[in-house]
């Protein structure tokens, strides 16, 4: 069987152009980086301004195992599937992280013959985007403990910076480090720390920016410090956010690639849904309405995490509206959910498939809640046996889902095609789409409302630190501010070790911190962190280039 990599090193990609054509995208709307991607013009925008959206299609999932479920493959897979039905699709994903590929996941641009092309190219440094988020808010760092070292006519507090330097890679020595030693000219001593670059704010803001001009002003509004008398200090303060668009003026552009098949896809930004927002850009997913009759985006991780940042911040704050959710399901991670551990869950178990199905059925009935129709995506793997996927789908029927058995990994768009056709048909029914919670309520009511209506949880409670903290930002907060929960994406509930279906249980809150740029409020819960750090035997271990610079072990 042929890998992930060398089936797309197989494959023949169409210039760039040609795909764009195929979507009415004229030469001179694109702005080439090589033959096979290319970003997407703020004239195009401009062009598109008056035509109407096309049927906005969200794919998610049940909580995974630490491998991964195959959302984007699923993705891809119906895509391509439903252009082969002769639909106008255009896709919207997010841009792979560094962290993960070289991390625990490896690749992260689909699979098999669902793939989104070149996928080397999307792995790794694609078109700059990542590196120069980076950079924006590493400026901002600077720019800030230079101040500080230049006189501090603020009177920035160094024990109350907010703001974190960031990287786009695993690495957790530089988790929490002291910064500054060496004496007077090397800045001002104090402890310090480095996030993952799609956690930072800088990478919420580009995904939810429509314009250059929302943009700069969003990058002003960061909270990045507080003065020694307790007032806020703002990026703009200190006068940051200029250069900080500056870097990323090219980064805001949606990037235009390729499907297995040549299908159209659209990839743009990338924060993780677990501790971020876990969505593609805003400006990613209306080009796709405009230029397609149908866009399916994804979400990451599960529902509980991906699905509902995607209704409660990007569709609340961009005026998006759903017209039909794909939740996908596999049989190994319902047996993981069942208590199975990642060694064994190739080896059929019915028992453990009975005790964490229970999984898939909160997923369905969290996604009905937002008055969306609702269709599952059995994604099968190779070691699924009939007795197990027929148990999936008689517990989909029991429960009032629509079902389709999903084999684009294997198949690509032939995989995919009675998948399409329900999607489609889910798309023609009513869509009732509504928040879980409305504005006008507190942090405090907007976090239970998530935690009791999505995660199943009893209440929700506040240490102290966190307790402090919510005060502060209440100070800041509006209350048409979403908010924005950081928890492990393994369980519904805080604890990864809590699988299946909890009960009874709380959800602790660690922390509390307001995005104001971005537009939303932070919670952390659990042991959550924002830099991760590389397994035992990372992905790194088995990626190589040869003497030609053919790479390998991409996945």
Do not use: W
Not at 116 to 144: K, Q, R, S, W, Y
Request: aromatic share 6%; net charge neutral.
């Amino acid at each position: 069987m042929l890998t992930d990599i060398e089936i797309a090193q197989q494959t023949k990609l169409r210039l760039i152009k040609d795909v764009a054509k195929d979507i009415g995208i004229a030469e001179d709307e694109l702005e080439f980086y090589g033959k096979y991607k290319a970003k997407l013009s703020e004239e195009l925008f401009k062009k598109l301004e008056s035509k109407p959206d096309g049927k906005l299609i969200l794919v998610t999932a049940i909580n995974p195992t630490p491998a991964g479920e195959g959302k984007t493959t699923v993705t891809t897979g119906l895509g391509q599937a439903m252009n082969k039905l002769g639909k106008k699709t255009v896709i919207a994903l997010r841009e792979p992280s560094l962290g993960p590929v070289f991390g625990i996941k490896g690749g992260a641009a689909g699979g098999g013959y669902s793939q989104v092309l070149p996928m080397e190219d999307i792995n790794l440094h694609f078109t700059g985007d990542m590196h120069a988020i980076t950079a924006a808010n590493n400026l901002l760092c600077a720019m800030l403990d230079n101040h500080i070292q230049q006189g501090n006519e603020l009177g920035i507090d160094v024990k109350r910076i907010l703001i974190k330097r960031c990287l786009d890679m695993n690495d957790r020595e530089l988790r929490n480090i002291v910064a500054g030693l060496g004496g007077k000219i090397n800045g001002v001593p104090r402890e310090d720390g480095f996030i993952i670059t799609v956690a930072s704010e800088v990478m919420a803001i580009l995904c939810l920016a429509d314009s250059i001009s929302d943009l700069k002003e969003r990058l002003g509004n960061i909270l990045v410090a507080y003065s020694y008398d307790g007032k806020p200090v703002f990026a703009k303060d200190i006068h940051a956010n200029g250069a900080m668009t500056a870097l990323l003026k090219d980064a805001i552009k949606p990037n235009l690639v390729q499907t297995v098949d040549g299908t159209p896809a659209i990839m743009h930004g990338g924060p993780f849904a677990n501790i971020a927002h876990g969505c593609n850009s805003v400006r990613a997913t209306r080009l796709a309405l405009k230029l397609g009759d149908y866009c399916i985006t994804e979400a990451g991780f599960g529902s509980d995490l991906g699905a509902e940042k995607f209704f409660d911040i990007k569709c609340r704050l961009a005026g998006l509206k759903p017209n039909a959710v794909v939740l996908v399901a596999t049989v190994r991670a319902l047996k993981y959910n069942g208590g199975v551990p990642n060694t064994e869950l190739k080896t059929e178990n019915l028992d453990a498939l009975k005790n964490g199905i229970v999984n898939l059925g909160k997923h369905i009935e969290n996604m009905k809640k937002f008055g969306v129709p609702v269709v599952v995506a059995i994604n099968r793997f190779e070691s699924d046996t009939d007795a197990e996927l027929n148990f999936v789908e008689n517990y989909c029927k029991d429960n009032g889902a629509d079902f389709s058995l999903a084999e684009v990994f294997a198949k690509g768009a032939e995989g995919g095609l009675e998948l399409a056709k329900k999607v489609c048909e889910a798309t023609e029914k009513p869509s009732d789409f509504k928040p879980i919670y409305e504005n006008g309520l507190t942090i405090t009511e907007k976090l239970e409302a998530i935690a009791k209506n999505i995660y199943g949880a009893s209440g929700v409670v506040f240490t102290p630190k966190a307790k402090k903290a919510l005060a502060e930002v209440e100070k800041l907060y509006k209350d048409d501010m979403p908010i924005c929960v950081a928890k492990t994406q393994y369980s519904l509930s805080d604890n990864p070790a809590f699988l299946g279906r909890p009960e009874g249980f709380v959800i602790t809150v660690s922390d509390v911190r307001i995005s104001n740029g971005a537009g939303f409020v932070v919670i952390y819960t659990g042991d959550i962190m924002t830099m991760p750090g590389l397994p035992k035997v990372p992905a790194a271990n088995r990626i190589d280039v040869d003497d030609n610079g053919k790479i390998s072990g991409l996945f």
